[in-house]
């Protein structure tokens, strides 16, 4: 039988992490034990902001729900600013003065072709397409403007300065034969053209924004209002003039009260970021936007038309590295 000794190792005295190591085990502690999630490197410094709309429609309701989920998620300083829309929100992510956005696709097509309002291309990328925005175009019931082509030599809203709407409203104009140099007309915002058709200041307004838009439902439950038809033909002129922005469609019998159904034109709305964002921000933003999907949608209800497999889709835009990278891993 052998006899081998088993050699003892000498003792030596434990030895306690470094000063940096302690410390960052500490934090991880405290946040184990609040229950909150360690702030990703690039969501510190700076606060982060998300460029929205305005009070009264759906780029607002979305974007605050969506700020509140980012910083709690994140314990992170993140903002929503008011704007005027697309153009304006575009330009802002361009300037630095915001790393998001929500924008019509075919604001977004000009943006990158330095097109429309845009003197030269804007260096920025998609995270996602949302959802489909309508085109409204409302008049009180008790008008007797029918369609589209009575709307020369009237008073419209075509939206406020830097906004998306005030693109398309020009569009449709021109698509259904209506020189816009024959119209009065007024740069408004949506809650400046709730107050200015309720008080007969103006006649028309356009909007475009998800169903239902919020500022509308509140109009029509105080007025009588009537969304006009946008014809087949004028939706496909459009299309044809502007890179196929947009698409045929019906408002939904109901809808902000009418009893009729309204022929329609949509547009795709994405949320917008600029080209040099980090992609960890980006996943985890995309993370936030789709694991919150059905909670903002009992706030929103256009947030319920979220879908991964559409949310890729945003021609002529390109994906964001980071956002081709979350959508490779949640596919695969």
Sequence with gaps: MSTRRHRVKPWRPLRWPGRSAWATLVTAALLLASGCAPVHPEWAGEPFRLAGGSVTGVYYDYGQQLVQKLSDDFDADVRFIETNGSVDNLRRIAAGEAQLGFAQSDVV????????????????????????????????????????????????????????????????????????????????????????????RIDAFFWVGGLPTPGIERLAAEVEIRLLSIDADAVERAGLAHAGSYREAEFPVGAYGGDQPTAAMTVPNYLVTSADAPDGLIRDVLTVLFSSRTEIAREVPAAALLDRRLAIFTDPIQLHPGAAEYYRGAHG
């Design 109 to 200: 097509a000009d943006a990158v072709a330095g097109a429309g309002e845009f003197g030269s291309p804007l260096p920025i990328r998609a995270v996602a397409r949302l959802y489909d925005e309508y085109v409204h175009v409302v008049v009180r019931d008790d008008s007797g403007i029918r369609h589209i082509s009575d709307l020369a030599g009237r008073r419209l809203s075509l939206g406020a300065t830097g906004s998306g709407v005030s693109v398309v409203a020009r569009r449709v104009l021109a698509a259904s034969g209506v020189d816009e140099s024959t119209v009065d007309d007024h740069r408004l915002g949506l809650d400046a053209s709730i107050a200015a058709l309720t008080g007969r």
